[in-house]
């Protein structure tokens, strides 16, 4: 409340454009010196640990409890996380219990936060457009979650042009409302996004930076007060994100930061009873949570993705190149990677299996575009491989092997590129199919091939998957796209679904809705639709003014 009121201040007595180039200024200071940093990236070590803290009611603390994290390329203990326990969540319960049903700002209350907001959306922006901030992050999320550099770097550029559709009065434009005319004069309703007050937002490890980042700022956009619990084994990019947004003039108290276990989560969450929880992880969690918080939730779980190549064999590198993106990029630990392709049989007698051999073996831990699989053992994943090889008809197409030469702990995956073939009729069998379609969260998808004919069984397969996330037809043949396109998509109900010749699964820029569909607990991420739909509900006010009708009496009791 006090730095909203020391900006109130600084708004009235600063001439805009003196106001503007203070913000240019003090972001420029910002840049040499990052002063928002309290790590250097290049430095964390075993020998040099970084510290990652909590942040509560406005104060950074640490704890009686540190998690060491190991890293993930050499299995040094190079971050110690102070994580809250079950005994220390009453500061956050209280913290939440501070903000009231109607948030920190609505339509009638303190309607200047979205101004501000506004302009902390400007800073960042400007901020994570400066080489040496973008760096940072790029470094600091190549260390705790490797990938290559530029697929890190492509996350700092979704976060900023994010940030750059919300500067200014973009904000509020969220908050819009409608007026429908009333039965008589004096009467119009008016329908208003409210938002829900206390919220958390509980995000994974694969995305360290975008995925909390944008639904921080989403929840904050439409008023509401947010805990935010990151996997710690990444917690200190948004760490570092929060404390940079503080430089930009986030109000400290507006966000709470928590680093805990599941078990000390859920423990703040039945406590805190918050309004609502956005999460974004595993299926087997958010059913869980979805029971526990009584269906006060909003998901973006699981996705067993799905690619259709459709009749036309063209553009064959092109396509081959796709595919080994959206398969192997970041190690498949995309939610939106893609899990299963299934190839029309022209494209069995193109070179297209042959060169996604070749793209994948190209792939190398040197410049991390494979690297540790933060989730899966090399043993758990090989272990799934064997099983899928036991089916009848099934072969490996390449990969298959763990990785050597290298020093990554144990508790991590660490295997090449895989792709695994399985007839289409053997998939669909009531014996086979929960195997094949199994998420694995790492460099592994299964490949089966149909004619003709069998497109409906292929409707079948996608029909009885339940994570419905990323999906792409892939095809610029008219009679398919005519014919067939209509079906595929009228069939299934993947939230975000590519299609035409350069469709894909991955790849979620800050243009368009990513999220599932067919679950009313599904949440989007990105989009005004997106905030709207996940941190805010709809209120209706009728305005009644009058005046009475001339002649009025009291009617008969109905």
Partial sequence: ?????????????????????????????????????????????????????????????????????????????????????????????????KCPKHGLHNPFKEPERYLMLGDVSVRAAHMLSQPKVSNFFTRLIQRVSPKSYQQALGEVFVTRKFLENFCGDQVRFLARSFAVPGNHLGQQSHGFRWPYGPVTIITPFNFPLEIPLLQLMGALYMGNKPVLKVDSKVSIVMEQMIRLLHDCGL???????INADGKTMNKLLLEANPRMTLFTGSS?????????????????????????????VKEVDYIAWVCDQDAYACSGQKCSAQSM????????KSSLLR?????????????????????????????????????????????????????????????????VFVPLEEILKD??????????????????E??????PMVLDAVERMHAHLTAAVVSNNQLFLQARLAEVIGKSVNGTTYAGLRARTTGAPQNHWFGP???????????????KLVWSCHREIIYDFGPLPKKWETPAST
């Fill in 431 to 448: 014996s086979n199919y929960e195997l094949v379609t199994r998420e694995l969260f790492g460099p592994f998808q299964v490949v089966t």
């Fill in 1 to 97: 409340m006090h730095r909203l009121q020391a900006y109130r201040e600084m708004r009235a007595r600063v001439p805009q454009k003196a106001f503007s180039w203070l913000a240019s200024f003090n972001s420029s200071r910002c840049i040499h010196s990052l002063p928002f940093a309290t790590v250097n990236v290049e430095e964390i070590s075993g020998s040099q640990p970084a510290e990652v803290h909590n942040l509560v009611q406005g104060k950074w603390t640490g704890s009686s409890k540190w998690n060491t994290i190991l890293d993930p390329l050499n299995g040094e203990s190079f971050i110690k996380v102070a994580e809250i326990d079950e005994t220390g969540i009453q500061p956050f319960v209280e913290s939440l219990s």
């Fill in 517 to 531: 569909a067919g679950d009313p607990r599904g949440a989007g991420i990105g989009t005004p639709e997106a905030i």
């Fill in 284 to 312: 087997r969690v958010a059913d869980k949570l979805a029971v526990d918080l009584k269906g006060r939730i909003k998901l973006e779980d699981a996705g067993f993705d799905w690619k259709i190549l459709g009749p036309d």
């Fill in 355 to 419: 060169q996604m051999n070749d793209l994948a073996a190209r792939r190398k831990l040197e410049d991390l575009t494979v690297g540790p699989v933060l989730t899966v053992t090399t043993e758990a994943m090989l272990e799934h491989m064997n099983k899928l090889l036991q089916i009848p008809g099934s072969k490996l197409l390449f990969g298959g092997k763990a990785l050597e030469n290298h020093s990554i702990p144990p508790i991590y995956g660490a295997i090449k590129p895989t792709a």
């Fill in 251 to 257: 109000p400290v108290e507006d966000v709470d930061f």
């Fill in 450 to 455: 149909y004619k003709d004919n069998q497109l």
């Fill in 341 to 348: 392709l299934f190839m029309h049989e022209n494209w069995s």
